[in-house]
């Protein structure tokens, strides 16, 4: 077992002494939150599924490396029909002690999510209802990741863009998040390339550009760049 499931199930079992286990569907009142999470309104997005703007959460920090932890539930009972399945690509599932919240589906997989000081914990139990008839639920968490849904299972599937090399010149770049659109850096200096030119010789990339070494003069007529042969 490695240090980060470690260290959430030390966290689930340190929960587990302030709030109680998770409840049956039909258990509790609609507007009920499990012993020791705050209602909240404007809280995490991923854990409202009934769209009310309100949330269950439990805060905590870790003494010694100063993260804060947020552990996320609806306020309203799961929908055990609900495919599993994490919010998107940017939470990912881990372990977690079956039925402690909020592992409201008792699957004993839990989705996190982590930025810098910060840890988020919501189940795997997505927005309500299948993709095929509310095709907003399959929402990119950015515009580095294409959405779409599959239709024989009701889930959403997230795709990255993948960026690719612009010509020779130049190698695949990154895609910025917040833009959707991939760099374009160059090769270095002197990288070999081929301009398609057959009257070139020692063709190379400077400044992301495909230049030759040398050209070639013919003594009377000119070059054919398909053949290499003077006119």
């Known amino acids: 077992m490695n240090n980060r499931v470690l260290s959430l199930t030390f966290m689930a079992v340190a929960l587990g002494a302030a709030a109680s ?23 995490i997005a991923e854990t409202d599924v009934n769209g009310d703007g309100l949330t269950c959460e439990f805060n905590t920090v870790d003494s010694v490396t100063g993260v804060w932890t947020t552990i996320g539930l609806d306020n309203v009972p799961p929908d055990p029909s609900v495919p599993r399945q994490c919010p998107n690509p940017s939470f990912v599932p881990s372990p977690w002690p079956c039925g402690m919240s909020p592992d409201r589906n008792m699957n004993c997989i839990v989705c996190t999510k982590s930025t810098p000081g910060h840890t988020v914990v919501v189940d795997d139990q997505r927005r309500g ?84 070494s040398v050209e070639t003069i013919c003594p009377a007529g000119t070059c054919n760049p398909a053949t290499g042969m003077c006119s």
């Open 21 to 43: 286990f998770v409840f049956a569907p039909s258990a509790r009142a609609q507007s009920s939150c499990d012993l020791g999470f705050a209602l909240t309104h404007g809280g």
């Open 129 to 212: 209802g299948s993709c095929v008839s509310n095709p907003t639920l399959c929402t990119p968490p950015d515009k580095c990741t294409t959405a779409s849904c599959d239709a024989a299972t009701g889930l959403c599937v997230f795709t990255p863009v993948v960026c690719t090399a612009s010509d020779q010149c130049h190698v695949a770049g990154t895609c910025d998040p917040a833009t959707g659109a991939c760099s374009n850096p160059s090769k270095p200096d002197g990288a070999a390339c081929d301009d398609g030119n057959a009257c070139t010789a020692g063709d190379h990339c400077q400044a992301g550009q495909c230049t030759p």
